[in-house]
DNA sequence: ATTACGTATCACCGGCCGGTGACGTGTCAA
DNA sequence: TTGACACGTCACCGGCCGGTGATACGTAAT
């Protein structure tokens, strides 16, 4: 009947990492929209005081937001296909078209900080922002090895391109099931996607 | 001294198109983000009353809205370019694309109602986003004639990836002047954009 | 045992939101 | 002239937001 309850655990460390883990989990489920300092204190079940003191508000949480997706995007990108090295140029960029597709398809964290990059213009989430594009860059880098685009294309403009149309589709299809006249609910669908990027990718390629 | 100010101008059609018009033109310069009833009120210079009153509600305004959109889409992917009738089903893609393209990176109304088709998860700007994708496909009958895709190729396919990419690299480039590597600030940059658009679908629809 | 400090909590603020009920006041028909 | 009614306005509600000051409590050095 006495003591309220123990207070709680008293570990400045490990309360920062659970104000973190519900911040990574909010924008995860909620995205951006949902994304403030009382969700997160509400998820992480700790007053919302601490994450000022600790983080120095929303700016600093989304900073150390920003840093710890950056990682989650590499290591994301990294595991769990280490196909065999590409012989071409356009093997490789299928493989980066493939594997984002995948990725984003998969993971609601990788989608909601993707489409975050289109929303923010306060400039708070940039560092949330371009955690992706780093990641998109050094595994283009790692694999790449002595590869080059055939000479006379926009390598550049072509690999944004496919970028982008991956991005847009994945993007489009939470929250319609029918975009640009493609039934995304279906999973047929998709194959037909991964099949036409392929295609598309080569045929950009070629050099002739 | 003696009467206050004349009340308003007593005006019910008068009313509803001033509430329709700032509800577009909050669209086109605040993003479904700063879209409301108190939003729409204040810049209509009316109670938002009359919003409940003439319209329903939110709702039943998003609804109106997105009914003005769909004749204002047709009408801007018809105007100013009756570009010369094409003669092969990739030439048409090429002109559907570029035009798109000029749309989205001129009409902020046009950004704006393609972002917010990909945010909104309550439904609730649904007939807002159908506008888009009735106008490209009214678009591509009246150009048409009886030109077929090459056999063999998955048209839908492709043609969702390139209007997708185009829709990507512009929201994008809205937030950020670096998109997937290219200096979207730069004009020259939409310039090798458009050239490399042409050229991808060129060779997505090549025979051969 | 007392002090000092870091951890955590609570209570409160002003502001904006969507939504609603009650209140004028012009207009036009009975 | 006297209604009835539609158009317009005002005031208010509960709820959530970001942000801040004061307070309780465990812990470790003095």
Redesign the interface.
Known sequence: MTGRQPKRTRNRSATEIRILDAARSILAES?A?GFGINAVARSAGVDKQLIYRYYGGLDGLLEALGRHLAVWWQDRMMQDAPDRTPESYAELMEGLALRLLRILRTEPLALQST?W?????S?LARTV?QAR?QA??AWMASVRGSLQPPPGI?A??????????????V??S???D?????PTADPATWD??E???V??VR??Y?SA
């Open positions: 995205g929209a489409l990059e289109l929303t923010d213009t400039g922002s594009g998109l860059g926009d550049p403009a072509v690999n944004a391109l496919i970028v982008a149309s991956v991005s847009y589709l993007l489009a939470r929250t319609s029918n975009v640009i006249g493609l037909r996607i099949r036409t990027l295609r598309v045929d950009a070629r």
